[in-house]
Each structure stands twice: as structure tokens, then as C-alpha cells.
């Protein structure tokens, strides 16, 4: 495909806008039927319209089960349909309104949260409504989050929909903290860019027609994949007041080059993905706020609006944009699209000046994130291949936490960089020679893309370690390919100063398993490592023990609690596989390869994801 | 004294936005200040907007149009 910059603008005409009751309506007992609150909130919906129309961009209207209340708001979707092609969609964010109260019971508003009962209660009387008032039903749907439970119903029952905002990409604990632990939306570990949803998990991409779940996800805004990373991603997003909550905006200016920057390297992506590159903007009309939103005063959310609009609107004079509808999307996507291609995305630092490079891969098997500031490091890593059953909302395990677990989280479970003791999740390497030892981790490069067939690699620049009496330069190629769920790392000695000096190379991964922060029980994991001398195991007991075996082909571990085999593994016959238990205070596994290498060698090892039961 | 309230635009605490918390500040009207309910805060509009912009080190390239990815 040529550069195709496809962009999806949605809008939702919202009754009681989230934050408008609690923002606006401070000092006044709540009254969610207030008259005012209704008619700000058509007003907004009138302005976002208007203004994608004026930039002849099309939108995808989300009707929200408050509005199919509201003759003037279905009136208005129409009109748009009809005039600018606009598709009418349905919306499970917006419930909240006197009808939905008095006929749940409750107040709570996040669909995926519900029990599986009311989940299909909702479906079915927001489906039902939307039929009534427009004849037929929604091509599209979505809420901040879709867990596969409801989307699998969704489609069962009304198989026409096709598209689905499922998921808001790193809206996790980190969105609970800058909230004050009261914003409950935690689903880290999906994909930043649409994907097929597998019917076992909405994170993992089905792999195949039997995974399929019908529909094409789409992530609730475009997030910028380095900032989002370590920050509250409502800040750095394809949304224009979502930029200036994080302050970045010149205040005398009104300026905000950033949003348009994060927009520019989204269509940068195209590079790593066949051509193809996508946005998705959704500003929900609490954001519009008359009143204004924190700093901002309304004249400058509303100018956000507008220049974000006209951003696209611009783009699309240009032939460099594609604005479609969901549905249109949808199609547009399993035309282009295979189960098996993935998503790629090297993405530098825009915002903070820092020369930091991150590599972030998604494919029906894993989520990856390698960091270039750290040698190649894999600092993130979520195990798709086993598409976790994971039901989420009242009745359920996970009330709330719908994130998919990780094995590897730099961030929530530490990274190269420990306090005193233990061990941090990460995948690198380390380098020894005469009682020296460098981690990979602390060689900062940078990386170039190429495709191969299948293959997706990333090649580091060189980087040079100094010994006391010997330099030794690495280069690093890693290696994704597609339907492997692996990822291959391949080291090379490219120079020594002493040619005949022999160091030793200790590729490892030191991981865990979790959703936050915090540690989980490890008990009931198995390390083991097995090669043509036999096998090793360790049951996981904190005990701090380790195994080790010459001429091993892998070192692996299965961890139950998340169905899960993770293994290191490797082509050579003459090294040293090993596996380290860890204790209390490092609730950590660690598997590992260590082989003496000679100028000009070439190590190999693999890191494989499995399901496992 | 009596309760305090939001002012005229919904400021948030410029020390917490620092540490990546979101925490809406109130107006006491009688020392005529916002303050934080999380952390010590406290400062007249001036101070936090002040404080605002210095919240804006953190991004370094806030002001730069980029157009090289590579
Ligand atoms: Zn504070």
C-alpha cells in the first residue's frame, strides 16, 4: 500500500458528560436531569460536528443510551448521516442517565465492570433502543474498554457490528495514580493501533479465522508510545484537550506544536508497517466544557478543537489523509490486513528532548517493547500466545483489572536498576572478562528497521564496552518473525582489541508475572533447564536456589497463574544453561545462557512464549 | 470559617501535576489562597501559575515543531 494515513473521528453526544457533573456542578447536590446540563451538552456535540464538517471530515456519530432519549440528538445524527455520510454508531460509554438509573439500580457506568448478567441486559436494551429509534442496528460500538466476554455476545446477537473502540492503550495503574486512585479504567497491555481481537482475550489479535472475534478494535485515541509509557497517558494523546491537561501548550501563545508532532509520527509509522498508518481522535464532551477544565478556560479548549481538526482537515486537502468511518475502517482493514502481520513502531522522544528510542511490536503472540537507551533491552513484554481467559466485572476475579499480565514491566517491576538488592524484570545481556562484568542495559544506541520476508529486524548501532585491558565492540541484531512468537537476539563480536582475548556472554531474562506494582504469589512456578545432558527443575519456593547445565538448549519456566511457558533458547551445543529461583524480597525468576565467544563469533538465543495449562 | 470552594478556573496542584497526580485545589476565601488537600501546597493565582510554568522544564522540546522522525 502507498502512504495511507487512515483517521477515524468519533463524537458522541453525551447527556451528562463525564466530569461536567462533578466538575461543574461543584457545590450543588447532584442532579444528573439537570436542564442545563442537557442542553450544554447537545451544544458541545453541535460544535464537534460543525467543526469536523467545516474541515470536510467525515465521523463516525457514537449515540449513547442517554441520547436515544433525546429526540434533537437523534435528529441531528440523522441530519449528518445523511449530508455528510456520517455513520451512526452506538456507544456503551454515556449510560449514565435518569432512565438507566432508575431501571439499573446503580451508578456505575463502565460497561466492562458489570456482571455478565447485566452486561447482556445493557447490550440488549441499548441495542434494542438505537433499533427503535433508527430502524436498524449499529456497524459499530466500543466503551473505553471491551473485554472479550461482551464482544463475543455483542456478536453473537447482533453479528452485523464490526468495529469496536476496545481498549485505551497503557491506561493502567498510571492513570489510577494521577487520578488520585479513584479513576478505575486499568487495561495496560493491548495494541496502540487497530487489531482483530482474539474471542479468548481483546488485548491478544487472534492468530487465525477460529480466533477471530468478529470485529476490528480500534484504541481509544492515538497515545504517544514513549511518554504514555512512564506518565499519565491522558496527557499525550491524539486529543487535543488531553495536551493541554498535561500543560503542553505555550500560555501566552495558545500554541501546542506537540499535538501536531504526535500526529506527524504517527504517520511516520507507515515506514514499519507496509504503508499503512492510522489516528483515532475522540474527544468526549466533557472536554468542551463551557466552564473550562482545569487551567484551561473554554476559549482554548475550544481552539484546540478547532486547530486539531483543521490539522487533519489540511492533511486531507493535501491527498495525505483518509478520514473513514468505523465501519469503513473495519473493511478497509480485513482487506489489508492479515491475521499474522504486526504492528511496528520505532518511536523516538518528542516531548522531553531526551534522545531516547523505543521498538514497540504487537503480533497475535506477544507485545514487546524494546529499548534502544538500553542496549536493546526488552522492557515490556506481555505473552499473547496464550490468550489468558481473563473475565472482567462484578462476579468475576478481576472486578476491574483487565490489563493483560506481563512477564516483563521495567516500569512496575523494576528494570536493570534495583534499590540494593535483587533482581528487576528485563532481557538483556551481560558481558565479562577477568572478573569484569558490563549489562548490555547500560550501552545506549539507537536502531534502524528493515524487513526481510517475514522478518522484522532491528539492527543497534555498535556499541563499544571497555574493560579494563580490553574493548570489545558488540552489534546486536533482533529479530521478530511473523507466526514465530519469539524474539531472536543475535550478538556479534564485532572487534576486539585483543583478537585472541575469549569473553564470556550471559544472555538472561529475569522476569515475573503481573498486572501493577505489586508482587505476585510465585508458588506453583516451574523453572527447569534441559539439553542433551539430562533436565533440571525447580519448583518456586523463594528459596534462592539455582540450576545450571552444560550444553542446555533451554531454560524455561511455566508459570500457571497466567498459562504461560516462557523459555530462553539457543542453536549452540557448548554453553551453560541456567535457571535461578528467586526469594522475598526478589519475587523474580531468572533463565539464562553463558558461552565464552572469540572476536568475530556470533551468539544466537531465542525467547519463546508458549501457552501453557 | 467558612467552606472553601473551587475559583474561577479549576486549578490543580502544581507540586502534585509534578509528581504526575492530578488534584484539583480549593479556594479559601478568607486567606485568600488555593491549597492542596494531598500534599502542603499552598499560593495565591500568581503562584500557581507561576508554578505552572515551571512545571513545563520537564518538556523539553514543548516548543519545537518536529518533522524528522528518524
Ligand atoms: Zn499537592
Not at chain 1, 473550562?292 to 481552539?303: A, D, S
Not at chain 1, 507485545?367 to 526488552?378: F, I, P, S
Not at chain 2, 492530578?22 to 479559601?28: C, G, L, P
Request: charged letters at 30%; one cysteine or more; aromatic letters at 14%.
Amino acid at each position: 500500500m502507498d502512504n495511507t494515513f487512515v483517521v477515524n473521528i468519533i463524537h458522541r453526544p453525551e447527556m451528562v458528560p463525564e466530569y461536567a457533573e462533578k466538575v461543574t456542578g461543584q457545590g450543588k447536590a447532584e442532579d444528573i436531569g439537570r436542564k442545563a446540563l442537557l442542553t450544554e451538552s447537545l451544544d458541545i456535540f453541535k460544535f464537534q460536528q460543525e467543526t469536523a464538517h467545516k474541515n470536510g471530515l467525515k465521523v463516525t456519530i457514537q449515540m449513547t443510551y442517554a441520547s436515544l432519549f433525546n429526540d434533537e440528538a437523534c435528529e441531528l445524527a440523522k441530519k449528518d448521516h445523511e449530508q455528510y455520510g456520517d455513520e451512526i454508531a452506538l456507544s456503551l460509554l454515556g449510560l449514565p442517565c435518569k432512565e438507566f438509573r432508575e431501571k439499573y439500580k446503580t451508578k456505575d457506568f463502565c460497561i466492562w465492570m458489570f456482571s455478565m448478567e447485566d452486561k447482556k441486559s445493557i447490550v440488549d436494551d441499548v441495542f434494542g433502543k438505537f433499533y427503535d429509534r433508527f430502524g436498524f442496528y449499529p456497524e459499530s460500538t466500543g466503551s473505553y474498554y471491551m473485554d472479550a466476554e461482551l464482544t463475543n455476545y455483542i456478536k453473537e446477537k447482533y453479528p452485523m457490528v464490526k468495529c469496536a473502540v476496545a481498549t485505551c492503550w497503557e491506561e493502567g495503574p498510571k492513570a489510577y495514580h494521577t487520578c488520585n486512585n479513584s479513576w478505575y479504567t486499568l487495561f495496560d497491555g493491548g495494541p496502540w493501533n487497530p487489531w482483530i481481537p482474539s474471542k479468548q482475550n481483546t488485548h491478544a489479535p487472534a492468530a487465525n479465522e477460529a480466533e477471530d472475534s468478529g470485529i476490528v478494535a480500534i484504541p481509544h485515541l492515538s497515545r504517544d508510545l514513549l511518554a504514555c509509557y512512564d506518565g499519565n497517558g491522558s496527557n499525550f494523546g491524539t486529543h487535543p484537550q488531553n495536551v493541554l491537561r498535561g500543560m503542553i501548550y505555550d500560555t501566552k501563545t495558545w500554541e501546542y506544536p506537540y499535538l501536531y508532532n504526535l500526529i506527524d509520527q504517527y504517520r511516520y509509522l507507515a515506514k514499519f508497517n507496509n504503508g499503512y498508518s492510522y489516528n483515532m481522535m475522540f474527544v468526549g464532551p466533557g472536554w468542551l466544557n463551557k466552564m473550562g477544565r482545569w487551567e484551561q478556560p473554554y476559549e482554548l479548549l475550544k481552539k484546540s478543537y478547532e486547530d486539531g481538526m483543521a490539522y487533519y482537515g489540511e492533511l486531507k486537502k493535501k491527498g495525505e489523509l483518509i478520514d473513514m468511518t468505523m465501519a469503513e475502517f473495519a473493511d478497509f482493514y480485513r482487506k489489508n490486513k492479515s491475521y499474522e502481520e504486526p504492528e511496528c513502531a520505532l518511536w523516538k522522544d518528542i516531548l522531553y528532548g531526551s534522545d531516547k528510542q523505543l521498538f514497540w511490536y504487537a503480533d497475535p503472540y506477544m507485545r514487546a517493547c524494546v529499548n534502544m537507551d538500553q542496549g536493546g533491552a526488552v522492557v515490556d513484554l506481555r505473552p499473547y500466545a496464550s490468550k489468558i481467559k481473563w473475565e472482567v466485572g462484578i462476579g468475576t476475579k478481576h472486578v476491574q483489572d483487565a490489563s493483560y499480565p506481563f512477564l516483563i514491566q521495567e516500569k512496575y517491576r523494576a528494570g536493570y536498576f534495583t534499590h540494593y538488592a535483587g533482581e528487576g524484570t528485563v532481557r538483556s545481556a551481560k558481558v565479562s572478562y577477568n572478573g569484569e562484568e558490563v549489562d548490555l542495559c547500560l550501552c545506549r544506541t539507537h536502531a534502524t528497521f528493515s524487513q526481510e520476508g517475514k522478518k522484522r529486524i532491528l539492527t543497534l548501532d555498535p556499541v563499544e564496552i571497555e574493560f579494563y585491558d580490553l574493548t570489545v565492540k558488540i552489534g546486536t541484531r533482533i529479530i521478530f518473525e511473523e507466526g514465530s512468537s519469539n524474539i531472536q537476539h543475535e550478538r556479534t563480536i564485532l572487534e576486539m582489541s585483543n583478537p585472541d582475548a575469549e569473553v564470556e556472554i550471559n544472555e538472561y531474562i529475569v522476569a515475573c508475572y503481573g498486572t501493577t506494582e505489586y508482587p505476585e504469589d510465585m508458588t506453583g512456578i516451574t523453572l527447569g533447564v534441559i539439553g542433551d545432558n539430562g533436565e533440571k527443575t525447580i519448583n518456586y519456593e523463594y528459596k534462592c536456589r539455582d540450576e545450571k547445565l552444560e550444553g542446555a538448549s533451554d531454560a524455561f519456566a511455566v508459570i500457571p497463574a497466567i498459562d504461560t511457558k516462557v523459555s530462553l533458547s539457543t542453536d549452540s551445543k557448548e554453553g551453560l544453561g541456567y535457571i535461578e529461583e528467586g526469594y522475598a524480597f526478589s519475587p523474580m525468576f531468572k533463565l539464562g545462557y553463558k558461552k565464552h565467544i572469540s572476536d568475530k563469533e556470533v551468539i544466537k538465543t531465542w525467547l519463546n512464549l508458549e501457552k501453557a495449562n | 470559617m467558612a467552606q472553601s470552594g473551587k475559583g474561577k478556573l479549576n486549578y490543580r496542584c502544581p507540586l502534585c501535576f509534578m509528581r504526575d497526580l492530578d488534584i484539583d485545589m480549593f479556594y479559601d476565601k478568607d486567606k485568600k489562597e488555593y491549597y492542596c488537600l494531598r500534599c502542603q501546597y499552598t499560593g495565591d493565582e500568581a503562584d500557581v501559575l507561576a508554578k505552572n510554568e515551571i512545571i513545563r522544564i520537564k518538556y523539553g522540546r514543548m516548543y519545537d515543531r518536529i518533522t524528522d522522525f528518524d
